[in-house]
């Protein structure tokens, strides 16, 4: 069977490259710990390859899983937190919808309500149109952007209700102590736009289902991992 194109000018088998990048953005695992895995395999490749590899097919990877992804809800839970990078402070902005999707991510060094803006265009451009809800806290930048540009679509800021949002934000959290800070802004959206799709490809409810209609999820998501991987 002849490789794809992607794949061209590899040494590895395109199976070890696929492996090591989901592995990477699957799993709190630096490119070092991977190394070694691999190693224990008896396949010998260097942590640097594996960084490459993550950089160069992760947004590929994350952008065929976004093209056949099935569609989000009807209700955004969005929210911002501070990122320091290189001892500046920046804004990471995220939205969920209720089934704990999360809809995008973005880094911005500021968050008023030009941010805001910014912020919600690309929401509206990626769920290709308007949600019927959404749920903020009561940060002013989103009033101005919902006011702007959705002021049709209902505006909760209920104190607590935007939990689930701030809860989302814990994995961020633990793959940046993981690699001990993000290095730039650039490296930093790379890998959350990455992380975020396969997050959502492997978010299978694992305790609200049974364990065979887990497993049978499970197996949905390793094919359409497969699918994006091998184009």
């Known amino acids: 069977m002849n490789q794809p194109n992607t794949y061209k000018r590899h040494r590895f088998p395109p199976e070890i490259i696929q492996y090591t990048v989901w592995l990477y953005h699957r799993f709190n695992l630096s490119h070092r710990d991977i190394e070694d895995l691999m190693s224990q395999r008896g396949i010998e490749v260097s942590y640097e390859a ?53 809809v995008d991510v973005f880094l911005q060094k500021r968050r008023d309500g030009k941010a805001a803006k910014r912020f919600f265009k690309r929401l509206l451009k990626k769920h290709r149109g308007e949600p019927r809800k959404i749920v903020t806290d009561k940060l002013g930048s989103y009033g101005v952007a919902h006011r702007e540009l959705i002021p049709e679509v209902i505006h909760d800021t209920t104190q607590y209700a935007n939990n689930r949002c701030e809860l989302s934000h814990e994995p961020t959290r633990v793959r940046e102590r993981g690699m001990r800070k993000f290095k730039s802004m650039e490296q930093a959206q790379r890998f959350l736009n990455a992380h975020a799709a396969v997050y959502n490809l492997f978010n299978l409810g694992r305790h609200l289902v049974s364990a065979e209609n887990y497993r049978y999820f499970r197996l949905r998501a390793f094919a359409s991992w497969e699918k994006a991987v091998a184009i």
């Open 50 to 102: 594996i960084r490459l590899w993550c950089n160069k097919f992760g947004p590929q990877f994350a952008r065929r899983l976004r093209r056949n992804h099935q569609g989000y809800g009807d209700t955004f839970f969005i929210d911002e937190v501070f990122v320091k990078i290189q001892g500046k402070q920046y804004y990471l902005w995220r939205a969920v919808d209720q089934d704990g999707e999360v």
